[in-house]
């Protein structure tokens, strides 16, 4: 065999499972794959540390707002990639008596941000100032989020919950392999935002243990005086004196005018699943709610998972919906937003009525700037269920891999460069190939758009599941698919999260499929239709961590191999 035949071969090889799943008959049938079970109580999340300390505080007593608190800092500890202080996230929560809410605490642009302000004098994009440095920075929503939720509906003392991550970050926590890889890519850029004797840029290799003195100060300065001390306190004066520094524009102002919201959950129906969802300025909940419905009249079951059949019809909903998303939606304290009209039934049957089964409906002839993916990005989500019954879907970022890379070496942690989730300029694309409108525009003190869609999923009144994930403008179409692959496919929880994943938003108008996903029948299938096809460029499509509730009450986690996620519970 020459050298040629054989890579062949072992491509063909190494792509049989993925044919063996997209082929499955009845006949085949195998033992059914499951992620953990736990009689109680779960955490799913990045980092086995951060999921173990969730876990051990519902142990102590405490339930999952408690949880939050403890996975949350232990994830800006032991992650810091995405977990953070810098960020900001959305949480969804469905109590054991199935009242429901959720709490935004997305970063805010500063008050001295502007429309322009990441335009030249032609009036033409900077590139990079949006994503790289101080002036790429909201400003942080996480501690404020943490506290208000714990406070309200929390059991246990912040100090108490605080205590093992600080200790964590103390005694330090052990460099993974894939963390070793992410650190050494970023090292130089964090040099050159940071300085040379940047704390991330040191070398970091597998097995080395990082402890992070100047987080676990930071942290016990919060256990004691509270969520003020982040805001008004030394920390908000160090954070402030350091951003300036940088060329940053966040005041002491910004930071004690910071407040979460607790936002009314996005809530619509599909088939017999009751889906609550994040509202904006997240527009995870709206535009998966606008996908399912889109998607609620075909029958998917029959199809088959991942075939071109069902490619078809849900990239259909999806372009449908992300245009709908780019035009629509943004902050709801500074825009209108039609939320009951783009989640209408008539409206959504009617947007699906210039599918043609035998044709891709062509997104549009401009735009076609693929920019996805130019670096690595992430991300984080961890679902929660305590022994009480409390469900909590929670995702959180600083926007791209280590935010702005401006690290705050007195305080311990990375700075979010979610500014580049705004719309710089309408119809330019931002870090993830979305095109923003005037209702995502900046404007002092506004929140910029999010995908995030952490998603809780009642089935005939119970909670079903819990589900979330990383992914930029890929989270929400991950999270359609993992609730259809166990719904529609009745896969198990932990299937449903290793399925292989695809992805359109309308502009760039192409599908994206994870590598090796994608076998050549469907391929020749999809393209005979005129479907653009971004053939494995894009390693992997989202990081789902995710809990289903079994019918005997379990628990099962559904933890993503596709990263170093893992799941832990009693
Ligand atoms: O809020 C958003 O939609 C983005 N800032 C999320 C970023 C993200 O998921 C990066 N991860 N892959």
Known sequence: MNRTAYIRFAALLLSIPFLVFSCKTPTEEKEPKRGLIAENAMVVSARGEASRIGVEIMQKGGNAFDAMMATEMALAVTFPFAGNLGGGGFAVYRMANGDIGSIDYREKAPGAAYRDMYLDENGEVIPGLSTKGALASGVPGTIAGIFEAQSKFGKLDPKEILQPVIDLARNGFVVSTQQANRLQGIRDVVREVNGEDTFYGKEYNAGDTIKNIALAETLERIANNGRDEFYKGETAQVLVNHMKEMGGIITLEDLASYEAVWRNPIVFDYKDLRVISMAPPSSGGVTIGQILKMVEPFDLKSMGHNSADYVQVLTEAMRRAYADRN?????????????AELLDDEYLKNRM???NPEK?????????????FAESMETTHYSIMDAEGNALAVTTTLNGAYGSKVYLDELGFFMNNEMDDFSSKAGVPNMFGLIGAEANSIAPGKRMLSSMTPTLVERDGQLWMIVGTPGGSTIITAVAQTILNAYEFDMTMQEAVEAPRFHHQWLPDQILFEENSLDSTLLKILTAKNYLINEGRTPIIGSVDAIMVLPDGKLEGGADPRR?????GY
């Open 564 to 568: 170093e996620n893992e799941a832990a």
């Open 327 to 339: 035009y629509y939606l943004g902050d709801p304290d500074f825009v209108e937003i039609p939320i």
């Open 360 to 372: 891709a409906t062509l997104s549009s002839d401009i735009a076609e700037g693929s920019v996805l």
């Open 353 to 355: 009525e210039s599918f």
